[in-house]
């Protein structure tokens, strides 16, 4: 079995993060859906920038899409989760 996928992950995992964050700064009239495919996007022009046209063209692939916006999802519950526990602590 090939360890590729591995080096991808490890690359694109920051950039999922800063495209999750960079979105949630920005773009604050959209929600749900519309805020995961800006997200989704900016993903695909950040590897773009950073790694050339053949990255685009692996987030073209449906089950890549797929996990993309999964891994997206489970950002925003996590993040979600994290600050209702700090704000569940404040007096």
């Known amino acids: 079995m090939s360890l590729a996928w591995l080096?991808?992950?490890?690359?694109?995992?920051?950039?999922?993060?800063?495209?999750?964050?960079?979105?949630?700064?920005?773009?604050?009239?959209?929600?749900?859906?519309?805020?995961?495919?800006?997200a989704v996007d900016l993903v695909g022009t950040m590897l773009t920038a950073a790694e050339g046209i053949a990255s685009r063209d692996l987030l073209n692939d449906a089950?890549?899409?797929?996990?993309?916006?999964?891994?997206?999802?489970?950002?925003?519950?996590?993040?979600?989760?994290v600050a209702a526990a700090r704000e569940a602590r404040q007096p």
């Open 7 to 38: 080096s991808f992950v490890v690359r694109i995992g920051p950039l999922v993060v800063a495209a999750v964050h960079a979105v949630e700064r920005v773009v604050k009239a959209a929600h749900g859906k519309d805020k995961q495919d800006a």
């Open 63 to 81: 089950k890549v899409q797929e996990a993309l916006r999964h891994a997206i999802n489970a950002l925003v519950a996590l993040e979600n989760a």
